[in-house]
């Protein structure tokens, strides 16, 4: 059995950067195509706004296992059970494969209808359609990606993230500038050059994993009991990723209603603060494998431990990068576009947006926790529960009907963060009262967590 590491936000930041530095490189993929198409004209930056939502909704079911294979790997390898290991992966990988195939084929043929049902403008409709076509081609692609890389992760070897989201950049932006400028191909070779991208990470990962996963010895369970473990963990997860992304795609309807001018704003603001929660989503994911760990090994003051420890890197790593985007965000605005109107109206909406943010400091830390203890049907009840009792109406009523624009859709991400961060903090002292403070083992307050995690 792995002898378990003390915790300490230095520990927990070694396996946190790899994870930052892959997040934050493949928002540079967005970033870059939001740069390339705002240069090319507002209408392709506003059609890739509305589209590329839709296509992060395409990929909730791949996401969704690639989580359930990570929290299970990290309890068997924390528990010290290499096969079990191999066999979780071997059967996330090809129901994770399988599943993409089908929702790639589902998103090619409904591609227009679901631009034209989040009140796409006509005009957006036909670019946006063809791009989410050919990334519908991606979505198998992400789904080899996302789960050797969930599986990896789960070992506490987090760097081939980062490796292969820094080769999937080396692809996409000189093939993204050939085929958006050269090629003339405008938002479909954006498209083109994303996919071409997230093939060559697919493979990366694949190299990667054939040196430092455990190989399969056909002793972990059959592929059924495999798989129903992964289900239970799994479609929560699916369930929270998906509606969160068909809010994202929601809320972009909502900016579009608003103006044009107002949805490219919001693509360059959600951005900012897409990179910044990064930060705290790299933190989040490093604590949820380390206390999955130490919940293989039983140890659930370990676990408790680590979400503290968790809880201190999340504080500094949404601290810094707000303040540097205050200091700087309005520059950084203005390199991605030269249209003042989108200029004016992004950085009105910066302050909020920043705001909102804090909640999601105690709700990651929380989330984390009860992921590795395979709990996220908590996790999936406090989101979905926060986005329809607060999120979209106020979004709705704030940002369109109230005419406050996208400083009333910050005003719901607010709200929306606090309720969040309540319940999860309601749970959480639920399932791991007693584990607050002491040392040494002890017993989960229902049931050892790996037995939960496991059904």
Known sequence: MNEPARPSVRRAWALTYPLLIAGLTQIVVNVVDTAMLARLSTGALSAFALAAPVYLVALIVVRGWATAVQVQVAQRHGAGRPDEVAGTVRVGLVLSVGAGAAVGALLYGTAAPVLALLGAPDELIGPGAAYLRVMAFAVPFAAVSFTLQGACAGIGATRISMYAALL???????????????????????????????????????????????????????????????????????????IGYLNEALLAGFAARIGTHDLAAYRIVDNLILVIFTFLG????????????????????????????????????????????????????????????????????????????????????????????????????????????????????????????????????????????????????????????????SPAPTAPASSSADG
């Open 282 to 441: 790299s933190a989040s994911a490093a604590v949820m494998i380390l206390a999955g760990q130490e919940l293989g090994r039983d140890d659930v003051e370990g676990a408790a431990a680590w979400h503290r420890t968790g809880l201190r890197l999340m504080l500094i790593m949404v601290a810094v990068p707000s303040a540097l985007a205050l200091a700087f965000g309005r520059p950084l605005i203005s390199l991605v576009t030269d249209d003042p109107q989108v200029i004016d109206r992004a950085w009105a909406a910066t302050p909020l947006a920043l705001l909102s943010l804090a909640p999601f400091v105690v709700a990651l830390s929380h989330a984390a926790l009860l992921r590795a203890a395979g709990d996220t049907r908590a996790v999936m009840f406090a989101s979905v529960t926060s986005d329809y009792l607060l999120l979209i109406p106020l979004g709705w009523l704030l940002g369109v009907h109230a005419g406050l624009g996208l400083p009333g859709i910050y005003l719901a991400w607010i709200a929306f963060g606090l309720l969040y961060a309540a319940l999860l903090q309601l749970r959480h002292r639920r399932r791991f009262a007693g584990a607050a403070g002491g040392s040494g083992r």
């Open 168 to 242: 999937v950049n080396v692809v996409n932006l000189p093939l993204g500038l050939l085929l958006i400028f050269r090629a003339g191909l405008g938002v479909t070779g954006a498209a083109l050059a994303t996919l071409a991208a997230t093939a060559v990470g697919a493979g990366c990962a694949a190299l990667y994993s054939r040196s430092r996963l455990p190989r399969y010895g056909g002793t972990a369970g059959t592929a059924v009991g495999v798989t129903r473990k992964l289900w239970r963990i799994g479609w929560p997860e699916m369930s929270t990723s998906g």
